[in-house]
Each structure stands twice: as structure tokens, then as C-alpha cells.
């Protein structure tokens, strides 16, 4: 059984091969030939040649003409006939339809690249349209960055109003005492008399450090500070005992402090004393002094210029630098005297 499937299968083999052959030898001749006879006589004889022929010629019959892979031919010449092969039985419609769909096969192939083009085409317009960045995403990008902005600079304001706040705001600190300065001391008034820190006590007094042969700031802030006690006077009553203490022991003498101080107000008091005492009066109120371009008795003497408010028991109140102008110097002592707690 094996063998008769095997040789079955060789003849069918052969078979198309010659159908083939026969193909061509029909096409290239207008007149029937030889091999239509012999087609013939195998189709009658072996019905294996047939079925190999059916498969292989593939024809149709359309109208007195046989249609197949041998072209278009009359039924005189055609090959499956002579195979013993008949026409397909499709309807006249069906096969018209074939015939067409092999027409358009061609026609199809050649279209395939172009809508193949113009697919692509649409898909990279889809893919553009439909891409990561959409009209959507981008308003939404938009307006998260509107609001990250609008919230930075509120923030932005806030801060520095919050800033500016804390700057001009008045804040109550915890006490930690008044500065060390002042203290006792025991020196010589302008009529030669000698007086102490305590003779002061019971008045407000501005204690202004200097010497008399100072040309041009000691004369500026005296005028000053004679002008702010009259002011003072006059706007609130309040009477401040001013005084003067020499930083120029060695020349200044209780008359020489005198003839000086009269020059500017008749209540400011004149005190100097040894050089030694000086340096104690000067130390307790760091006041800062030296001798400067020193040329026999012609020099000049470098000096703190302040100005220093002290209470009815001596105690330290306020200092006052050369930038206060008499109007500064009189409101500022006046409200430091309003607000004055007395030391426990």
C-alpha cells in the first residue's frame, strides 16, 4: 500500500510537470499541436493525469472560449479539454468577478505601497495628535505654573512684610541691668571747692567731658548743651544741673574751668581735679582721653565726645553722641525723665 501511495504520488508529480511543459508549448503556437493528442491520450487512459491537470491548467469556460493559466483560447485548442478536463461550472457572473479580481491584482500591488505611504502617514499624524503633549496636558501646565508663581510671590510679600514688622515693632527685652557707668568721685568746682557725686544727688544732671583749650568741639557741644536746658525749661520745667569736668588736669585750674564754663551758661558747673583723680572719674565713666602733638604747654588733648544723663541718685540714664542736634538732645532727655523708674 505504502509502495502504490508513493508511486501515485511520482506520477502525480510528473504529471504537472508536463502539464507545465504542455502550457507553454500551447502558448507559443495558434494551431493545435502534438501535445494536445498526447494530453488526450493520458487524460483518457490515467485518471491521476487528470486531477494533476485540474489542479495545474486551472480552466474556465467562458462562453466558445477556454480561460486558464494558458491564456484565453477557443475550445479547439484548449488544454484542459484535451485533458479530459471540464471547465469549472462557476456561474457566468463568478467567473466574470474572477477574471476581474485577477485584472486588479496588479493594480492592487501598486496601491499597496501608497496606502501603505499615506497609512503611515496618518499614523505619524495620530501619533503627533495623540502624543504625550496634548492641548489638555499643556493648559493644565499652564495654570500649575500660573499658581506656583501667584503663591511665590505672596509668599515673597508676606516674609518681607513680616520683615518690616519686625523691625519697626517696639519689643520689650528682659532686663539685664544698666551699664556700668559713673560712680563716685571727689574733685574740685570751678570757686576752688571740693565736691563729690553726692553733692548731685536729688537733680537731673549732663555731665559733658572736655578741656578749655579745645578749639572747636568742646565750644560747639557746650552751646548745645546750654541751648537744650533752656529748651528743656522752657517746655516741660524740668531743671538739669549741667557740668563740665576737665580731661586736661595739668593745665586747666579751678579759675582757668571757671573764666571757661561762664562763657556758655551761668549754671554750668566746672570741676577738674589731679591728674590721677581725673583718670578715676574718667575711668568710671569710660571716657576715653590722651594727649595729642604734645610741644611744651601747646597741645591738644583726644577725647570721648558724649554726653551723659544721669538720674537723682547718680545713676546712669542715657548717653548722648555729637550727632544730636539741640532739638534731639531736649526731646531725648525729656522723655528719658517721663519715663524714669528710680533703682531699688
Known amino acids: 500500500m505504502a509502495t502504490f501511495v508513493a508511486r501515485n504520488a511520482h506520477f502525480r508529480a510528473i504529471a504537472r510537470r508536463f502539464s507545465s511543459y504542455a502550457?507553454?508549448?500551447?502558448s507559443s503556437?495558434?494551431?493545435?499541436?502534438?501535445?494536445i493528442d498526447f494530453v488526450r491520450g493520458m487524460s483518457s487512459s490515467f485518471p491521476v493525469y487528470r486531477s494533476a491537470?485540474?489542479?495545474?491548467?486551472?480552466?474556465?469556460?467562458?462562453?466558445?472560449?477556454?480561460?486558464?493559466?494558458?491564456?484565453?483560447r477557443p475550445q479547439s485548442m484548449c488544454l484542459c479539454s484535451a485533458a479530459g478536463v471540464a471547465p469549472s461550472s462557476d456561474s457566468k457572473a463568478q467567473r466574470a468577478e474572477k477574471v476581474e479580481e485577477d485584472k486588479s491584482k496588479g493594480g492592487e500591488k501598486s496601491g499597496e505601497s501608497g496606502n501603505s505611504g499615506s497609512q503611515q502617514s496618518g499614523e505619524a499624524g495620530r501619533e503627533v495628535r495623540g502624543g504625550p503633549v496634548s492641548w489638555l496636558s499643556f493648559l493644565l501646565l499652564a495654570i500649575t505654573g500660573a499658581g506656583i508663581i501667584w503663591y511665590y510671590d505672596n509668599e515673597k510679600k508676606r516674609?518681607?512684610?513680616?520683615?518690616?514688622?519686625?523691625?519697626?515693632a517696639v519689643k520689650q527685652g528682659?532686663?539685664?541691668?544698666?551699664?556700668?557707668?559713673?560712680?563716685?568721685?571727689?574733685?574740685?568746682?570751678?570757686?576752688g571747692k571740693r565736691v563729690t557725686d553726692k553733692d548731685f544727688r536729688?537733680?537731673?544732671?549732663?555731665?559733658?567731658?572736655?578741656?578749655?583749650?579745645?578749639?572747636?568741639?568742646?565750644?560747639?557741644?557746650?552751646?548745645?548743651l546750654a541751648a537744650a536746658?533752656?529748651?528743656?525749661?522752657?517746655?516741660?520745667?524740668l531743671d538739669?544741673?549741667?557740668?563740665?569736668?576737665?580731661?586736661?588736669?595739668?593745665?586747666?585750674?579751678?579759675?582757668?574751668?571757671?573764666?571757661?564754663?561762664?562763657?556758655?551758661?551761668p549754671k554750668i558747673i566746672g570741676l577738674t581735679g589731679t591728674p590721677s583723680e581725673i583718670k578715676d572719674v574718667a575711668r568710671a565713666y569710660r571716657v576715653y582721653f590722651m594727649k595729642t602733638n604734645e610741644e611744651d604747654d601747646d597741645y591738644l588733648v583726644d577725647h570721648s565726645i558724649i554726653m551723659y544723663l544721669m538720674g537723682p541718685d547718680m545713676d546712669f540714664v542715657k548717653f548722648y553722641g555729637k550727632n544730636n542736634d539741640v532739638d534731639a538732645l531736649t526731646d531725648g532727655i525729656i522723655n528719658e525723665i517721663k519715663k524714669y523708674k528710680p533703682q531699688k
Open 53 to 72: 491537470a485540474r489542479s495545474t491548467l486551472g480552466c474556465y469556460q467562458i462562453g466558445a472560449l477556454c480561460v486558464g493559466n494558458h491564456g484565453m
Open 229 to 237: 536746658i533752656d529748651k528743656i525749661k522752657a517746655k516741660s520745667g
Open 23 to 26: 502550457l507553454k508549448q500551447l
Open 202 to 224: 536729688g537733680n537731673w544732671t549732663l555731665i559733658y567731658f572736655g578741656f578749655t583749650h579745645c578749639p572747636d568741639i568742646c565750644p560747639a557741644e557746650l552751646e548745645k
Open 159 to 168: 516674609h518681607i512684610e513680616e520683615i518690616n514688622a519686625a523691625s519697626t
Open 240 to 265: 538739669i544741673t549741667p557740668v563740665f569736668i576737665s580731661v586736661d588736669p595739668e593745665r586747666d585750674t579751678p579759675e582757668q574751668v571757671g573764666e571757661y564754663v561762664k562763657e556758655f551758661h
Open 29 to 35: 503556437t495558434s494551431a493545435p499541436s502534438p501535445a
Open 174 to 191: 528682659p532686663s539685664v541691668g544698666k551699664a556700668a557707668i559713673g560712680g563716685p568721685f571727689s574733685l574740685i568746682n570751678h570757686e
